[in-house]
């Protein structure tokens, strides 16, 4: 249960989504509005737009997803708010935020066979006595909330997941909700020279079954970025990497991930394809220091 839902790092979710990791992160390059996608095939097609608010109310970001795993839901409608704490001032920036998702589940498995089996939401099969036992889909409510701090080149955040723990039980007699999750991310920005940025960051996602880390280290320079990482699960492990080109107002690229061990799947390499782009950008002048360095990375 640790990848349904709003964070499904095995599908590659990462900083290149920064609203997805905490809420506190949304709008992360403080543009005005700003469109991230991602496609991967078979998978998940996911489309968000975040920004920032005018009056310095804050940021926001409003995402839809479709998602083809049993591991999550199949439709997602996320809306994701966050802001800087009006006390931070410029070598401490506090800010926070909470996401509240929308989402709709059906069963993965068409039909019913004489066991009465189906495909649950964390890719297990379940099975009831009759098939009016059954929920074929259901609709819930997902709630996280964050924080972040970050200092001249060193950022760090922790949110909560799944807070709302409702029931995603297939079956009409039983109660299952997703387990909260702790979510801590912590990296930090190395400037050589004009031309180059190096980005390690560390994330790091636990609850009462399970835990998820991933160590990456990103390069960026005026037209590309490459990046790599590691994570490991309890049962699986793989190896990922990244390449991006920058051509004006839009950041595009190809991401790559290849199982190391996986008991549930076949060991494959899978590619998605990332398209970001800022509609209407904020001038550096008003942006704080944080934004300045994300906007290198996604």
Do not use: C
């Not at 989504?17 to 991967?40: C, F």
């Not at 409608?77 to 709709?104: A, E, F």
């Not at 993965?108 to 004489?114: A, C, L, V």
């Not at 190395?190 to 990103?218: H, W, Y």
Request: charged share 20%; proline share 3%; no cysteine.
């Amino acid at each position: 249960m640790l990848f349904g839902q709003n964070l499904e790092f095995l599908n590659g979710k990462d900083f290149k989504q920064p609203g997805k990791l905490n809420p506190a992160y949304t709008g992360a390059q403080e543009d005005l509005i700003r469109i991230i996608s991602d496609v991967d095939y078979g998978k998940s097609l996911q489309l968000m737009v975040e920004g920032r608010l005018p009056l310095k109310l804050g940021n926001y970001m409003v995402g839809i997803e479709r998602t083809y795993t049993p591991d999550a839901s199949n439709n997602m409608v996320n809306i994701t708010y966050g802001r800087k704490h009006k006390g931070s001032n410029k070598n401490i920036n506090w800010r926070y935020g909470g996401t509240l998702q929308l989402n709709q589940r059906s069963i993965t498995i068409p039909g019913y066979d004489s066991g009465y089996k189906f495909q649950d939401m964390n890719g297990q099969i379940g099975a009831a006595k009759n098939v009016d036992d059954f929920r074929s889909s259901f609709d819930f409510m997902d709630l996280d909330l964050g924080v972040s701090v970050n200092s001249k080149n060193i950022f760090a955040g922790v949110a909560l997941q799944h807070i709302l723990g409702q029931n995603v039980s297939f079956v009409k007699s039983q109660s299952r909700s997703i387990p909260i999750a702790a979510n801590f991310s912590v990296g930090g920005f190395l400037n050589i020279g004009s031309k180059l940025t190096v980005f390690p960051n560390v994330l790091m996602v636990v609850n009462q079954n399970e835990s998820f880390r991933k160590a990456s280290m990103d390069f960026a320079t005026d037209k590309f970025n490459i990046s790599g990482s590691y994570s490991k699960t309890n049962q699986a492990e793989s190896i990922n990497a990244a390449v991006g080109f920058k051509l004006k107002k839009v950041f595009t690229g190809l991401k790559y991930s290849h199982p190391v061990s996986d008991p549930t799947s076949a060991i494959l390499p899978r590619f998605s394809l990332f398209l970001n782009s800022t509609v209407f950008k904020s001038r550096d002048l008003f942006k704080s220091d944080f934004a300045k360095q994300m906007k290198k990375f996604y």
